[in-house]
């Protein structure tokens, strides 16, 4: 399908450190779709915001400029689509 991202990541029950996104570009919004049976969070380090990610949930975030992570969960499969 047509698409504005350069590349998709499928992430499957992986923790994510604090990063940025290297290959996004500054003035773009990345699109995180989360999937599964999970109960994770979203951290934005930069912004000390720590947001609910369920299965369902999108987030659009500035990743070349905001530290992001995803911390262990409790329970559940996580699929996250970046």
Known sequence: WPSIYVGI??????????H???VSAPSLLDLLVS???????F???DLGSIFGCQPGTM??????LHHHSVPKWEKGERIALA
């Open 9 to 18: 990541d499928v992430i499957v029950n992986q923790e994510t450190p604090p």
């Open 20 to 22: 940025l996104d290297k």
């Open 35 to 41: 999937l599964g049976t999970h109960d994770a969070q």
């Open 43 to 45: 951290h934005v380090s």
């Open 59 to 64: 987030i659009y975030l500035a990743g070349k």
